[in-house]
């Protein structure tokens, strides 16, 4: 069984830094590639930036770019999301997800191409 556990999130100023890491105990599933989206308050989950397990290509939405980098560690249990430069309209609860290796496809800013989620981790920038 999969399982995705969250952790780094907190309250933070208007261009601080944090990290969020993302602990993943596979089972005897797979994964392609893990991602980060997020929620913020009356908003829709969007995509944030993902990483493929295997190559670690990289993946970001347009309003993290330049401020936000993704990382895996070689043994591909820990996600890491390095947020930088943050900005109050970045206060969101964050989900790490995971598509399944047995998707032939999977387009990483499409929600419904992951099939395992964590708990969230809330994240909040004051001005």
């Known amino acids: 069984q999969v399982q995705l556990v969250e952790s780094g999130g907190g309250v933070v100023q208007a261009g601080d830094s944090l990290s969020l890491s993302c602990a993943a105990s596979?089972?005897?599933?797979?994964?392609?590639?893990v991602g980060w989206f997020r929620q913020g308050p009356g908003k829709d989950r969007e995509f944030v930036a993902a990483?493929?397990?295997?190559?670690?290509?990289?993946y970001y939405s347009d309003f993290v770019k330049g401020r936000f980098t993704i990382s895996r560690d070689p043994a591909k249990t820990m996600v890491t999301l390095q947020m930088s430069n943050l900005k109050p309209e970045d206060t969101a609860v964050y989900y790490c997800?995971?598509?399944?290796?047995?998707?032939?496809?999977?387009?990483?800013?499409?929600?419904?191409?992951?099939?395992?989620w964590g708990q969230g981790t809330q994240v909040t920038v004051s001005s």
């Open positions: 997800a995971a598509a399944s290796g047995d998707r032939s496809e999977v387009k990483v800013e499409e929600e419904s191409h992951y099939d395992y």
């Open positions: 596979w089972g005897t599933s797979s994964a392609y590639v």
């Open positions: 990483i493929t397990l295997l190559g670690a290509s990289q």
